[in-house]
């Protein structure tokens, strides 16, 4: 029996859940045993192809998969390597992601200290450095690169100096960044990085994954889970024993949907390809609603070309009407796109992903029914 394919009825400009090729939606029509050794097989090929994504030698470096959202990845990383007698994470934040790892910190009760920036600025590399030479009993430092709360990029080459300088495990919240953008994870020094199915590799929810280094794998997770089911070591350790093999069920369609977003990563030219049609979406994105008389809120220098975060104008630009979001974002449903409401604290705003099964036609296209939208209201 064929199955015709079910076109949406809009593109997301999310940064995740978002728009997935009609050929990654029609993987997911196969039902898997998890046990089966093709399926098992499968997950074998998508650790392998997800180590060559980040540039890093199997000698030296692993993949886990993990069940779950992206925090549920987060939270096995933080709840796995650090030992509460033993160490102690610097926690740097300046976004609603960062201060999850500070929640699940709490939660954990790992002994952790925070240092917040504003969410419209990065870090200052002095500070950090004079939290790390005042602190020695710090032990690991942990960030999110492409804060997804407002789309700032934050500087990995700095803290990762930085932390490499003071002896210090990094580990980084790459979610919304990795395969969108080149991160050379090896030359990061990085422990952990920290990135999810349903982001830059275009695939859908259903769970996350960990590359990391074996040596810094074995030495910190191994029986210093403070979980049962989000055990870092333990899920690595059972998919080498019985290679592609999941600790408990694992999420078989999202699995196959995955494998083939990553074969179209490599069809389209790898992550450099990619990250240049992500920046220009965002581009075309910034320049188009910058001209109707939107303001973005995150400086062009910090500007990630995931998520663009718009503040809410008081009238709709170019006219003496009222602005309000939810007219706005119906307006845009109707025809085709939704929108992100806001995250940042105590500014009305908005946000606009530019990844994802997105096209820079999709993107001129959308523009223009802004511009209808502010005519309509004229």
Same mark, same amino acid.
């Given at each position: 029996?064929?199955?015709?394919?079910?076109?949406?009825?809009?593109?997301?400009?999310?940064?995740? !859940?978002?728009?997935?090729?009609?050929? $990654?939606?029609?993987?997911?029509?196969?039902?898997?045993?998890?046990?089966?050794?093709?399926?098992?097989?499968?997950?074998?090929?998508?650790?392998?192809?997800?180590? /060559? /994504?980040?540039?890093?030698?199997?000698?030296? #470096?692993?993949?886990?998969?993990?069940?779950?959202?992206?925090?549920?990845?987060?939270?096995? *990383?933080?709840?796995?390597?650090?030992?509460?007698?033993?160490?102690?994470?610097?926690?740097?934040?300046?976004? *609603? %992601?960062?201060?999850?790892?500070?929640?699940?910190?709490?939660?954990?009760?790992?002994?952790?200290?925070?240092?917040?920036?504003?969410?419209?600025?990065?870090? &200052?590399?002095?500070?950090?450095?004079?939290?790390?030479?005042?602190?020695?009993?710090?032990?690991?430092?942990?960030?999110?690169?492409?804060?997804?709360?407002?789309?700032?990029?934050? &500087?990995? &080459?700095?803290?990762?100096?930085?932390?490499?300088? #003071?002896?210090?495990?990094?580990? $980084?919240?790459?979610?919304?960044?990795?395969?969108?953008?080149?991160?050379?994870?090896?030359?990061?020094?990085? &422990?952990?990085?920290?990135?999810?199915?349903?982001?830059?590799?275009?695939?859908?929810?259903?769970?996350? +994954? $960990?590359?990391?280094?074996?040596?810094?794998?074995?030495?910190?997770?191994?029986?210093?889970?403070?979980?049962?089911?989000?055990?870092?070591?333990?899920?690595?350790?059972?998919?080498? /024993?019985?290679?592609?093999?999941?600790?408990?069920?694992?999420?078989?369609?999202?699995?196959?949907? +995955?494998?083939?977003?990553?074969?179209?990563?490599?069809?389209?030219?790898?992550?450099?390809?990619?990250?240049?049609?992500?920046?220009?979406?965002?581009?075309?994105?910034?320049?188009?609603?910058?001209?109707?008389?939107?303001?973005? %809120?995150?400086?062009?220098?910090?500007?990630?070309?995931?998520?663009?975060?718009?503040?809410?104008?008081?009238?709709?630009?170019?006219?003496?009407?009222?602005?309000? +979001?939810?007219?706005?974002?119906?307006?845009?449903?109707?025809?085709?796109?939704?929108?992100?409401?806001?995250?940042? /604290?105590?500014?009305?705003?908005?946000?606009?992903?530019?990844?994802?099964?997105?096209? !820079?036609?999709?993107?001129?296209?959308?523009?223009?029914? *802004?511009?209808?939208?502010?005519?309509?209201?004229?």
């Amino acid at each position: 029996m064929q199955h015709e394919e079910i076109q949406n009825p809009y593109i997301l400009l999310t940064p995740g !859940p978002l728009s997935t090729s009609p050929t $990654v939606r029609a993987a997911m029509r196969f039902d898997s045993c998890t046990w089966d050794e093709d399926y098992k097989g499968v997950v074998m090929e998508i650790r392998a192809r997800l180590l /060559a /994504a980040a540039g890093c030698d199997p000698s030296s #470096h692993t993949t886990v998969l993990m069940q779950g959202s992206g925090t549920f990845g987060v939270e096995s *990383v933080l709840g796995s390597s650090v030992n509460k007698s033993r160490h102690h994470i610097l926690i740097l934040q300046n976004g *609603v %992601y960062g201060r999850r790892m500070t929640d699940i910190a709490k939660v954990l009760s790992l002994p952790h200290t925070v240092y917040e920036a504003p969410e419209n600025t990065s870090f &200052d590399s002095t500070v950090v450095h004079q939290i790390l030479e005042n602190n020695p009993s710090i032990t690991h430092v942990a960030m999110v690169h492409c804060e997804t709360t407002t789309g700032i990029l934050n &500087d990995l &080459d700095t803290v990762s100096d930085l932390a490499r300088q #003071h002896g210090k495990y990094f580990i $980084v919240d790459a979610m919304s960044s990795f395969a969108g953008m080149e991160i050379d994870v090896t030359r990061l020094n990085m &422990d952990f990085l920290i990135s999810s199915a349903n982001k830059c590799i275009q695939g859908v929810p259903g769970f996350s +994954f $960990v590359i990391c280094k074996r040596e810094t794998l074995n030495h910190l997770c191994r029986d210093n889970s403070k979980s049962l089911s989000l055990d870092l070591f333990a899920q690595w350790k059972e998919m080498e /024993a019985d290679p592609g093999k999941w600790r408990y069920t694992s999420p078989t369609h999202a699995v196959l949907a +995955f494998r083939q977003a990553l074969a179209e990563l490599e069809q389209e030219g790898g992550v450099r390809a990619r990250a240049v049609r992500y920046r220009e979406n965002q581009a075309l994105l910034s320049a188009g609603m910058t001209e109707l008389g939107f303001e973005t %809120y995150i400086d062009q220098a910090l500007q990630s070309p995931i998520i663009t975060t718009f503040l809410e104008p008081d009238r709709i630009p170019q006219t003496t009407r009222k602005f309000e +979001f939810a007219g706005f974002y119906q307006y845009l449903k109707e025809r085709g796109f939704v929108i992100y409401p806001g995250k940042v /604290a105590n500014r009305s705003s908005f946000r606009i992903g530019s990844i994802g099964h997105l096209f !820079p036609s999709d993107v001129l296209r959308f523009v223009e029914q *802004v511009r209808r939208y502010i005519a309509q209201h004229r």
